[in-house]
């Protein structure tokens, strides 16, 4: 009678199993969100590849996502750093969302009717849940989700895409906000301000309060990195 006999690695563990390009990119998002990985920091392959246990090229891939994405800046024989931003590319990147953002809130069918509003209450509602928990990563999922389903109702595909592009190249200023627990205090009162407003008709208000969302965090960023401002 054979007897099989398993061969587990030299350590005596299970492998780590391989990340996939979507995790690294996610975790590495998140990472630059909350500030675990700071404005100039460089992303070493090597350091990356031993912290994930990924293999160099889905490490290379990663990185040349999340330059797409507007997070990173790769130098020709220098390497991969968290992006920084001048003032002036701060402030343009938001004149460019208020512009996106307030017109898709003049854009939405007003007032919505509960079955239209209901998702996006659903989604306040786990906001609301991971404010409570002082969860910042579910807090910032969370935001993400409710902007997408707020610019969505607007109806026009490209213009939700374009918010959501500019949104995310924002990401890098966004982390002194995001972990500020008064700050999702207030981004969370002005979630359920524009609920209501969605639901009463009041667009003045909305488009008042899309625009007035936008300002802490950018305002945050220019206070808390002059050292980085041209």
């Known amino acids: 009678m054979s007897v099989h006999i398993a061969v587990l690695p030299h350590d005596g563990l299970a492998a780590r199993p391989e990340p996939t390009l979507a995790t690294l990119v996610a975790v590495l998002e998140e990472d630059i969100v909350m500030a675990r990985l700071l404005p100039r920091e460089r992303l070493v392959e090597d350091d990356l590849i031993e912290r994930f246990g990924a293999k160099r090229h889905v490490v290379r891939d990663a990185l040349a996502r999340l330059e797409q994405m507007g997070l990173v800046e790769r130098r020709r024989n220098i390497g991969a750093f968290v992006r920084a931003f001048s003032r002036r590319g701060v402030i343009e990147l938001y004149e460019m969302r208020e512009l996106l953002e307030t017109e898709a809130a003049r854009r939405i069918p007003l007032p919505l009717d509960a079955l239209a509003l209901q998702p996006l ?12 928990a002082g969860d910042p990563r579910a ?38 906000t995001l972990v ?10 002005e979630h359920w301000q524009m609920i209501h407003a969605l639901r009463d008709g009041d667009r003045d208000t909305l488009v008042s309060l899309c625009r007035r969302h936008l300002l802490p965090s950018r305002d945050a ?4 990195h002059p050292d980085t401002l041209g």
């Not at 969370?142 to 500019?166: C, K, M, P, W």
């Not at 500020?180 to 009162?189: C, T």
């Open 121 to 132: 209450i659903d989604i306040q509602e786990r906001h609301d849940a991971a404010v409570r």
């Open 139 to 176: 807090v910032f999922r969370a935001n993400l989700d409710f902007h997408q389903r707020l610019f969505s109702l607007a109806g026009n595909e490209v213009l939700t895409q374009a918010i959501e592009e500019y949104a995310r190249r924002t990401h890098a200023i966004r982390f002194s």
């Open 221 to 224: 960023y220019l206070q808390a």
């Open 180 to 189: 500020s627990p008064d700050y999702r205090e207030r981004a969370r009162g």
